[in-house]
């Protein structure tokens, strides 16, 4: 698991907010009323829990001004120990957890919908993750391959990866594509994505300048052209919409 937050909001009106991603994948557990998940060109997924699969584009996150529940990040490696598949499958995808482990997604609803307060519910989620893991073989070429992208914030060129791992570019892409589902420049890619938006969390004293050349983008252009791809909207329509939001997330949230 790559983290962990106890999320608990109220006050905000019925609306829509931009889920991007971020080299992770998503299970998210609500407490009331489901989040629905829409993207363009599938059905809207509406469920007590759901996961997402690793992403190129983003998601609206539908919901009723209020939102509780909690969200863990996975790692494809924690994907295949706790879901019992790799990742490949659920890429670009989201779905009803249920579809993916079974009735085990009624018990981690119901042990959660019964758990006193964050400390509660994250006993609860240790406790049952714990159950749910195996300890399954994973491609050393993949793990090698993930650590090196995420630890650059997806810096590191594909063919610099390949000889770092020592092994043909082509290979390097064929064996991450079959266990993630994407292919090492498209990690990367999300990865750098992903930092350039912890970035600008950070608020105004962030210029866009400064993290394009601070993520690794040739410039300030090619920053906005990836976010207009991945987020679906330019940095400064996402910090106009979203950082606010985000603001009074932080303020709310448990341990992540």
Request: aromatic share 6%; hydrophobic share 40%.
């Amino acid at each position: 698991m790559s983290s962990y937050a106890d999320f608990d909001m109220a006050g905000w009106p019925p609306g829509r907010h931009r889920g991007l991603p971020d080299g992770t994948l998503q299970l998210v557990v609500t407490l009331g009323a489901p989040l629905t998940v829409r993207r363009a060109g599938h059905p809207d997924v509406a469920a007590a829990a759901t996961v997402a699969g690793l992403r190129s584009s983003p998601v609206g996150i539908i919901h009723d001004g209020t939102q509780r529940g909690v969200q863990l990040s996975l790692t494809p490696r924690g994907s295949r120990a706790l879901l019992g598949l790799p990742a490949a499958p659920l890429a670009q995808g989201v779905w009803p957890l249920a579809e993916i482990v079974g009735r085990r997604a009624d018990e981690l609803t119901d042990r959660l919908a019964g758990a006193s307060g964050p400390a509660g519910r994250a006993q609860v989620v240790e406790t049952v993750l714990a159950e749910w893991a195996v300890d399954e073989d994973y491609p050393a070429v993949v793990d090698v391959a993930w650590r090196r992208l995420a630890g650059s914030a997806g810096r590191l060129t594909v063919t610099r990866l390949a000889d770092e791992i020592g092994v043909g570019r082509r290979h390097l892409g064929q064996v991450v594509r079959a266990e993630l589902g994407l292919t090492p420049k498209t990690v990367a890619r999300i990865l750098r994505f992903g930092q350039a938006r912890r970035c600008l969390r950070s608020g105004p004293k962030a210029s866009l300048a400064q993290t394009a050349v601070t993520c690794g983008y040739f410039d300030q252009a090619h920053l906005t052209n990836d976010w207009k791809q991945l987020a679906g909207c330019t940095p400064g329509e996402w910090m106009s919409e979203e950082l606010p939001f985000l603001q009074d997330e932080e303020s709310g949230r448990g341990a992540r």
